[in-house]
């Protein structure tokens, strides 16, 4: 797909682009520089004058270039693109980008992790937020959704103790961007609400290859309405056309230190090369009428939908197919809130749903500090703005005429209000007779049901990392009592699982803990009204929740290492990278040395990466052509053998000639010649059908045995 010429938030950003190119340099007063080296002195040799403006703004300015870092999804990286609606969704909405066929909806989207600060690691096991900002004709709509389709809590109220658990604890500011410490599980273990979500995020769903190969849902339930104003109920979801893969953990601890921007990074280069990213918008409908036919309530943001009981309706899809200009005035400045709908969209009482919706306004006052951050280009929309909201700090907009107040006459009645015909936004208009009450309703107690359907939904080697996850994270912690408590949660949620960690922690299961496991609801008067159910097995297995349910027989975009010194197979390794290319995979040559490396041809190759530089977590498969003077040079590297050791252990395809077979021989490679996704002397289709597998799982148990 082409850059869209049209874009019109493309053209809006443009008004405030800077290009340096063939300009002189100037004071933010538009005076000419001559030199910013040196400050005026008095001599030579000092004292500096105060008189110095030039210097003051420059220091000045410098002095105050960072604000604080968003409170949480502070680390995160965008990209600007389209949506295009394949059909009218006009029997559920109103909303122009649902029913519209020949719009192309400018949008931004930003990917984030939560915990960590804005210099973190990409890798991190975390929840990745997925919000996505759409400048339509009738204002900004944005879907401030994460890569899970359901949260840790079920009301705002919890939503500061969530985060001061998980972030670094306060007194030694240790450890960042990980939720594996005492806090985090002393306050989880105390609130069952959370044990859905986190059961996610003890899965492989944390540990993203790639954000562009990840879903995003926007959790809550939401509202579509029609231009009838009748309501449907609503869940939104992402769905990657790359499927959904992940990385093994000991990859994600690798890459912390061998690339700690590889998730931003990949974004990046990936649609710099044209390869854009692309989700399809899906849609779960609920009618009105069918609100309490379920096992849970729809308002409650710690529960799924499974796709088995309301299936999922792509409706569109989402092209990102442009970088930002500048990360700051973009992918750091960019306002995300939930509460941003357009006429057609509304919200649901979802209590989570409803406390976002103070805070995100919130929140942009003190991040970018002042009430007129929607001024700021990327937050404007495309549509013109015009109401008596006036003044403040950095105010852009020059307001004329003498009234700034409705009604008016002064002014002629303008800004006039718009009719519902003419696009007005109306509130949907719910009947709601109830007592003001500060309480939970019953309809959230059950907290094992759903973290039980995603486990069992899981392939076997799925499992085994959701063991390994909770047994490393638990086993981080120094409270017995804590990782005891979240054993007894565990085995609500089954059985085995509970046992494995236990036996991994070496610890026992308890068979009760203290009352009331619950202490996350408010003390209502006997403390047991919500006392979470015991698990309901309403759904064996739903095969959405496992991560191959999107099938791909893409490679597109895959990393490809191949292993070369001097003298490597020219003839071979040119037909394996042509083949590799025409499906859009990236081949770097990794050698001992930089610079180039000289084949049996002769010819001189460029080297992408010399291996000191680089690691095997870098790349999706490694080929090694043949070449005895290469393959004797790469016999000496001890750093060729650990790339071909670690490859094998998490699970990866590698392609090996004839020749090169010593080498592999010289590795735990010697072990694995009958494996699925090691094609010795095998022809390219073979090696990118093994890529495409994205790891051959089954190698797994085996491949631990590995110490690389
Ligand atoms: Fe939030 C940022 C997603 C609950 C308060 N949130 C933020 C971002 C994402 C989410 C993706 C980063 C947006 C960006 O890239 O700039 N948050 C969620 C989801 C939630 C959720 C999916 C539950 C379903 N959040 C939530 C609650 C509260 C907040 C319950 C407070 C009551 N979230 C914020 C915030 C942030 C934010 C403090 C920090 C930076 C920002 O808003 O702009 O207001």
Redesign the pocket.
Known sequence: MKKDKDNAKDKDLKKNLSEAEGQTMTTNQGLKVNDTNNSLKAGERGATLLEDFILREKITHFDHERIPE?????R?S?AHGIFELYESQEKYTKAGIFTDTSRKTPVFA???T?AGSKGSADLARD?????VKFYTEEGVFDL???N?P????Q??????D??HAVKPEPHREIPQAASAHDTFYDFISRTPETMHNHIWVMSDRAIPRSLRMMEG????TFRLINKEGKSHFVKFHWKPLLGVKSVTWDEAVKLHGADSDFHRRDLWDAIDSGQFPEWELGLQIVPEEDEHKFEFDLLD?TKLIPEELVPVQRIGKMTLNRNPDNFFAE?EQ?????GHIVPGIDFSN?P??Q??L???????LS?LGSPNFHEIPINRPINPVHNNQRDGHMRMTINKGNTAYFPNSMGGGCPHLAKMADGGFTSYEERIDANKVRARSESFNDHFSQPGIFYRSLEDWGKNHVADAYSFELGKCTQDHIKERMLWLIEKIDKDLAKKVADNLGLKIPSKIEKPVNQAIGADDDGTKNEPKERKDYLDKSEALSQTHIKTDSIATRKIAFLVSDGFNAEKATAMKEELEKKNAIVNLVAPHGGTVQASDDKKHKVDAAIMTTESVAFDAIYIPGGAKSVKALKKEAKAKKFINEALKHCKAIAVDTEAEELFDETYGKDFKDDEAVCINKKPADFIKAIAMHRNWKREDQAKMIPA
């Open positions: 968003r409170i949480v999804h502070a995160g965008a930003r990917f984030s939560v929840v990745r937020g997925f919000a401030v959704g994460n899970m359901i949260f840790f809590i009301d705002a109220m919890k939503f500061p969530l985060i849902f926007g959790i809550h943001p992918t960019v306002a995300f809130h939930s979802d989570l749903l406390g976002r103070f805070s995100y306004t919130d929140t942009q991040r």
